[in-house]
């Protein structure tokens, strides 16, 4: 039976969102290698992110009046999920682990937010990210992956509106695999870009023709990703990719990644040239605005089991690198 949403929001707190803390700190704070310290002309901007979980809220429910509220309604005219969910991150993370109709089998003990902090710079033409989270993998292994954790962090310009502002939002999909009509579904992670038709369950296999995707692809309708495994405490795996109408990754990956276990902490550093090689990657340019979310498992999950962001703002300057809230 499902059970009846929770009515009682927080009362809104404007854009000062809770969630979401800045401070600059030079950046030797940062324990990273001398060699690479000694070539820092910039500094480290530090940014706290809530991350919840997800659960069967996929684009199609977000766009569903009866599930979404006025949400639905204001996403079909682009506003941007944070207009409305400043500071309820943790209320939704909650709620969503509570409530059989989006979370029908959740996993004991699996908090329903968890706290990302994220140190961005840049150096020497990369992109650099740190990301700390809390290691979860006491509470025992929930299956699934070989992976104890993981991380992605996927990037849009304003080439497509829809993929920038609601980023890994609108490649989630009801007709995927673990999703509510994902039962034998092969489909991959898509946008709707990618499919002429969508319905109240997804895109199908309604594909495009070949010359519209590839259209599509070359005027860079994508969302890129990067999506680091922990093989082990500090053992990081990375590969990149993109989204269009599945999930590709790349041959080879622009990324490269470390990772290490601190005080209960796991610690993941990534860096990414501005301007990699491919055309399916994202050029960073100096003065730009992107925008990035983040997506963490852990426990040895996969598929919908992760604790997600909201669609957040990466802007890219000369020397530094931040990561703000994403209202419009
Ligand atoms: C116009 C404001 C608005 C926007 C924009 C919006 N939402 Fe909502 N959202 C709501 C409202 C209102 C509810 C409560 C619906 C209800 O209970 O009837 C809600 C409920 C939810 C829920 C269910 C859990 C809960 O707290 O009830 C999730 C998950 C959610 N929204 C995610 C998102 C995401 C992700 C986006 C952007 C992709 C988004 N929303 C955009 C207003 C909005």
């Known amino acids: 039976m499902a059970q009846k949403r929770k009515k009682t ?195 199908g296999d309604n594909f495009r023709p070949d010359n519209e995707l590839a259209e599509e692809r070359e005027r860079g309708a994508f969302l890129e990703y990067s999506h680091t495994a922990l093989a082990g405490p500090d053992r990081a795996v990375v590969s990149d990719g993109h989204f269009l109408e599945a999930q590709r990754e790349h041959d080879d990956t622009a990324f490269t990644a470390t990772a290490r276990s601190e005080n209960g902490q796991r610690i993941v550093e990534l860096q990414r040239p501005l301007e990699p090689q491919g055309d399916t990657r994202k050029a960073l340019q100096p003065g730009g605005r992107y925008s990035i979310s983040f997506a963490v498992y852990e426990r040895n999950t996969e598929g919908r089991r992760h604790l997600v962001s909201f669609p957040l703002e990466l802007i890219i300057e000369a020397d530094a690198a931040r990561i703000e809230s994403l209202f419009d």
């Open 9 to 203: 929001r927080p009362a809104p707190i404007g854009r000062l969102w809770q969630a979401l803390k800045h401070s600059t700190a030079a950046l030797a704070t940062l324990a990273l290698p001398a060699m690479v310290m000694a070539q820092n002309t910039g500094s480290s901007t530090s940014t706290e992110v809530q991350l919840f979980q997800a659960g069967q809220v996929s684009w199609e429910w977000l766009l569903i009046p009866a599930n979404h509220g006025s949400g639905a309604q204001a996403m079909r005219n682009g506003t941007a999920c944070l207009s409305c969910h400043d500071g309820e991150a943790s209320f939704i993370g909650e709620t969503v682990a509570s409530t059989p109709a989006l979370e029908p089998d959740p996993i004991a003990n699996l908090p329903g937010f968890i706290d990302l902090s994220v140190q961005s710079a840049i150096r020497d033409g990369q992109l650099h990210l740190q990301l700390s989270w809390p290691d979860l993998s006491g509470d025992g292994p929930a299956g699934a992956s070989e992976y104890p954790a993981q991380v992605t962090a996927s990037i849009a310009d304003d080439t497509h509106d829809t993929v920038r502002r609601y980023s890994c939002w609108s490649s989630c999909h009801s007709d995927l695999p673990g999703m509510s009509e994902g039962i034998g579904s092969q489909l991959s992670k898509y946008l709707p870009n990618s499919r002429s038709s969508m319905t109240r369950t997804g895109g």
